[in-house]
T-cell receptor
């Protein structure tokens, strides 16, 4: 069974700060997902990674397969980035996900 | 373009009652999943399906049953609800290689 650990659990930042959220997992995977969940509960997929780095706007996700580690970076953070960010790893024949417990990010104006 | 639609969005059940949660997707995805989300824990897989007519157990299947009679629909049933099944339930679908689409969730309270 894959264990997925996220850090930190809670993060408060000032608007404009650079933010990093980390994720580590214990077993080899087919892909790693970064998800965003806003108050009210909907889950949105931000990235799916199997190697290297991806960028979308102010968000950057990286993965190191050898070290079983991924990071999500947010540049020039904004209050609208406040949400729970969830790391999930896919494995198995049905690509089912194992989730971390999430990082609650609050960006203050 | 609806994506993944879950019904109902909210429900309160009494212990012992039964109900069915419906998940519908319009993206022709093969894979569908039911997860539950509890405070302080990551989402956990209840059941999943790799295609029409197939289902399989996930990490926490006890007390739940599922069916996938049509490719676009994945139903989650609770035959006799228990307070431990109070949770937020998420359905998701995937084409198998290119990521997930999640429904908006169903908040279920069992009293």
């Amino acid at each position: 069974k894959n264990e997925v650990e996220q850090s930190p659990q809670n993060l408060t930042a000032q608007e404009g700060e650079f933010i990093t959220i980390n994720c580590s997992y214990s077993v080899g995977i087919s892909a790693l997902h970064w998800l965003q969940q806003h108050p009210g509960g909907g889950i949105v997929s931000l990235f799916m990674l199997s190697s290297g780095k991806k960028k979308h706007g102010r968000l950057i996700a990286t993965i190191n397969i050898q070290e079983k580690h991924s990071s999500l970076h947010i540049t020039a953070s904004h209050p609208r980035d406040s949400a729970v960010y969830i790391c999930a790893v896919g494995s198995g024949s049905a690509r089912q996900l194992t989730f971390g417990s999430g990082t609650q990010l609050t960006v203050l104006p | 373009n609806a994506g993944v639609t879950q019904t109902p969005k909210f429900r309160v059940l009494k212990t012992g009652q039964s109900m069915t949660l419906l998940c519908a997707q319009d993206m022709n995805h093969e894979y569908m999943y039911w997860y539950r989300q509890d405070p302080g824990m990551g989402l956990r897989l209840i059941h999943y399906s790799v295609g029409e007519g197939t289902t399989a157990k996930g990490e926490v299947p006890d007390g739940y049953n599922v069916s996938r009679l049509k490719k676009q629909n994945f139903l989650l049933g609770l035959e006799s609800a228990a307070p431990s099944q109070t949770s937020v339930y998420f359905c998701a679908s995937s084409p198998g290689q290119f990521g997930y689409t999640f429904g908006s969730g169903t908040r279920l309270t069992v009293v």
